[in-house]
């Protein structure tokens, strides 16, 4: 399977713990993007990075959140202390770049806070 | 953030009628998107629209840019019950703002 990998597809936590989510990519994608959907909500941008670069974070949480794009290996998006209200289901897409705007999602991942 | 309106909510139509929704922004976009996203699963892309006024099917699809750069529709002609799922329009503008704004999702059922 080509495209867009996610993991977990669904993760429970408990309040006050960490959940650590990961995508890799499409091949050849260097453009990997993190959304975040309520449940009965649209889509809402959370961070955009490059390689080892965090390009734009406008949509991200200031406190507790974190995504970085390492050379080696997939994209991590880090949520310490989680609370109720960060369940969700984080999608990740990724681009070639170029413009576009065509993004390719992932399954997503399923955060559940207890 | 910002978001796009799209309209309309939610549609409850019989197999075989043509369906239309549309996307309205008070921003302008140089890329107008629309995807579709199943229970339990990821947005799928269906038609992505590069220039205002361009007009582009894909099959039962049909999706048009607006002249003014601030809409789109999308049509689907003679819908079957695996239209289902909920459809997004995305607006995307490039340069420093390298990333999708999506509306806020038309939900589609099809009785059979």
């Known amino acids: ?114 | 953030g910002q978001q796009l309106n799209q309209s309309p909510q939610s549609m409850f139509i019989q197999e075989g009628e043509d369906v239309s929704m549309n996307c309205t922004s008070s921003s302008i976009f140089n890329t107008w998107l629309w995807y579709k996203q199943d229970p339990g699963e990821g947005p799928v892309l269906l038609i992505a629209l590069y220039k205002a006024g361009e007009l582009t099917s894909n099959g039962r699809l049909t999706a048009q840019f607006g002249i003014t750069r601030k809409d789109s529709f999308l049509n689907i002609s003679a819908s079957i019950p695996s239209d289902v799922g909920i459809y997004f329009c995305a607006g995307f503008y490039g340069g420093a703002t390298n990333k999708l704004i999506f509306g806020t999702g038309t939900l589609l059922a099809v009785q059979p």
């Not at chain 1, 669904?10 to 959907?37: I, N």
């Not at chain 1, 997939?74 to 897409?93: E, H, K, M, T």
């Open chain 1, 1 to 114: 399977n080509a495209g867009v990998m996610q993991n977990p597809r669904h993760l429970v936590r408990r309040r006050g713990q960490e959940a650590r989510l990961r995508c890799s990519p499409m091949k050849g994608h260097s453009h990997v993007y993190w959304y975040r959907q309520l449940p009965e909500e649209g889509l809402k941008f959370m961070v955009y990075l490059q390689k080892e670069n965090i390009i734009d974070e406008s949509g991200m949480p200031k406190e507790r959140f974190s995504a970085e794009f390492p050379k080696e290996g997939p994209s991590i998006l880090r949520i310490q202390q989680v609370v109720r209200g960060d369940s969700a289901a984080y999608f990740c897409a990724s681009s070639q770049g170029g413009g576009t705007g065509e993004l390719f999602f992932g399954e997503g991942s399923r955060l559940t806070v207890l």
